[in-house]
């Protein structure tokens, strides 16, 4: 069923996407559905869900320090870009939800809390290292990570869809460049 979402996200918004039409993309009765969700918003919470797990999973490459920060980062990042070049048109729906569901907007929130979390926890490390001078780790990770949300929905989120590779760069400039300086870039 996510694939069917996500197949009928590329034409449309998710407001526009009814129950039926997922169910019929899926080539799922729609007694099928109600087995697993309880309506759609309930099937974007387990695509958040999913999600959230993955973009976790790429994070784990630059939060685990290897020895090697930026790397590490580009790592991250180039995987980060990836799943919002796959599945950008959900998490666009995901982010347009959350603005007006109350419980969509906890969950996204929390992800962003969690991916923040630990981004501070590795700047703080970083900082102990010598390896970067950042004087207010949990502000810089929440700028960035929101930075990264928007511009990767804004590339990936609807048509014309940008080039991931120029993406990632871009990324890896502004990341690299704050956390551990511009000479570094």
């Known amino acids: 069923m996510l694939d069917a979402a996500q197949e009928l996200l590329e034409d449309r918004s998710w407001s526009e996407i009814s129950l039926e039409e997922i169910a019929a993309t899926a080539e799922v009765a729609r007694t099928a559905f109600y087995r697993y969700f309880e309506d759609r918003q309930q099937l ?27 790397t590490d ?12 070049a796959e599945h950008g048109r959900l998490l666009q729906a995901i982010s347009d939800t959350a603005r007006y569901d109350p419980d969509m907007g906890r969950r996204y929130q ?12 590795r700047i703080e490390k970083d900082i102990e290292q010598g390896a970067s001078r950042v004087s207010e780790p949990r502000e810089v990770a929440a700028a960035l990570i929101w930075m990264n949300e928007r511009y990767l929905l804004a590339s990936f989120g609807r048509a014309p869809l940008s080039d991931p590779d120029v993406v990632t760069r871009a990324l890896a400039v502004i990341w690299v460049g704050a956390l551990y300086g511009p000479d570094v870039v």
């Open 44 to 70: 974007l919470n387990a695509i958040l869900d999913d999600v959230g797990l993955e973009l976790e999973h790429v994070a784990v490459n630059w939060w685990q320090d290897s020895g090697d920060s930026i």
């Open 73 to 84: 980062l580009r790592r991250s990042l180039a995987g980060l870009t990836k799943i919002f």
């Open 110 to 121: 929390a992800l962003a809390d969690r991916l923040i979390a630990a981004t501070t926890e």
